[in-house]
């Protein structure tokens, strides 16, 4: 049993933020544990529920998040600071876009939970930053049935569920990425950076 906020959890459902559903934060604390790792990238802070429960949970060294919306930053800030993790966990307001492109930071594991259209565009970037046997655990995979095709796609999301394709065809056939897709959640992709 993990330890995680659950007034966090609370407020994301009654003020609509989308967090992490129970078994894909088990599942993302289990990866991170089994995989010893200490440097971590999130991509999509949104109010750090998250970020909390990697820290809480694991004895990864340093956490970095990105989140482009102002507000939510705002109070991921003000939820680090009340656990007391602010050593821990960096925080940084922006696109996740920019943040990728102009790190210089390297990662043993990637958290993303960003935009899942840009996925694909991420990338090859995040193959830059992500040291060898290093982790991308991608999650919403399957968006809810829409990839899947269980349940029709749509008209707002058909940009978002290409690009989730073309991310699945991507992780799955390129060399020096090992994937495997869980049926975790809503459809989690791990790929091992090998080479
Ligand atoms: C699913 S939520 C993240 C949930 C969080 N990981 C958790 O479980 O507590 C996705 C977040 O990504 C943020 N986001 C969307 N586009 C972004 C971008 N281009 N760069 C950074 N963050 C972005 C959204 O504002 C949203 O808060």
Redesign the pocket.
Known sequence: MINIDND?KEY?KNHK????LDD??DFLIKTINDSNSKYIL????????????MAENTDCIRID?????QS?YRLAKDNVAKHNLLNRISLYN??????IKNTNKTYDFI?L???KG?YINYLPHLMKILKINGIIFA??LYFHGMVTGSIPVSKGCRAMIKGLHRYIDEINSNPNLDTKIYDIGDGIGISKRIK
């Open positions: 966090l994301g933020v989308p967090i992490s894909t934060l999130e991509i999509g802070t949104a109010i750090g529920y998250s970020s909390i429960a998040s990105v989140e482009i919306d939510r922006g696109d996740a876009l920019e943040y958290y939970d960003g935009p840009q999650d919403n």
